[in-house]
Antibody, heavy 117, light 105 residues
Framework: QITLKESGPTLVEPTQTLTLTCSFS??????????VGWIRQTPGKALEWLGV???????RYRPSLANRLTITRDTSKSQVVLTMTNVDPGDTGTYYC?????????WGQGTVVTVSP | DIEMTQSPSTLSASIGHRVTISCRAS??????LAWYQQKPGKAPNLLIY???TLHYGVPSRFSGSASETEFTLTISSLQPDDFATYYC?????????FGQGTKVE
């Protein structure tokens, strides 16, 4: 059974760096064809794809956010980490990690992040 | 970015009725289109990928079709568990993009 779970701070101040961890089980991120993506859901923009890390450690980011996003992995811990710098209130929302490269087959439950002073 | 436009935004329907949701892509996505169902407070769940392939465990009352840049999700006979918001997503060209959602009430 594949499961994913996001964790991280619920409140972040503007200009700070947000770090979210996706802990997963039931698959290996070193298996060919496998990826883990990050998607967020904000009140004004519905679902927004942020980026993906692939089995070969290749990464792709949403161009409009690429200068603020970094996705890394720790295969020994079965974790993927999303780092977003210089957050602002517009980054408030629910952040999901999900298994897949283009289509996302299994999603985590999501973690709510509020950006506020 | 490829823009995905869903219609309608909200749809009122009764149990047992046939429901159709449309999704239009601003350019070709070569059939790389997925549909998700989301219930309040929950993560989206994959229903269909590659425009018409039913994901494992999804009831057969759900189906998807495609014609060029027009995609359709059909629920043949609406069930109580189907009241939710539905999203299309293209993965034909980065960055992947989602439609704005269709709420079935």
């Amino acid at each position: 059974q594949i499961t994913l779970k996001e964790s991280g701070p619920t409140l972040v101040e503007p200009t700070q760096t947000l770090t979210l961890t996706c802990s997963f089980s039931g698959f290996s991120l070193t298996t060919s064809g496998v990826g883990v993506g990050w998607i967020r859901q904000t009140p004004g923009k519905a679902l927004e794809w942020l980026g993906v890390i692939y089995w070969d450690n290749d990464k792709r980011y949403r161009p409009s956010l690429a200068n603020r996003l970094t996705i890394t992995r720790d295969t020994s811990k079965s974790q993927v980490v999303l780092t977003m710098t210089n957050v602002d209130p517009g980054d408030t929302g629910t952040y999901y990690c999900a298994q897949g490269t283009g289509v996302y087959y299994v999603w985590g439950q999501g973690t709510v992040v509020t950006v506020s002073p | 970015d490829i823009e995905m436009t869903q219609s309608p935004s909200t749809l009122s329907a009764s149990i047992g009725h046939r429901v159709t949701i449309s999704c239009r892509a601003s350019q070709s996505v070569r059939g790389w289109l997925a549909w998700y169902q989301q219930k309040p407070g929950k993560a989206p769940n994959l229903l269909i990928y590659q425009a018409s392939t039913l994901h494992y465990g999804v009831p057969s009352r759900f189906s998807g079709s495609a014609s060029e840049t027009e995609f359709t999700l059909t629920i043949s006979s609406l069930q109580p568990d189907d009241f939710a918001t539905y999203y299309c997503q293209q993965y034909g060209e980065l960055p992947w993009t989602f439609g704005q959602g269709t709420k079935v009430e």
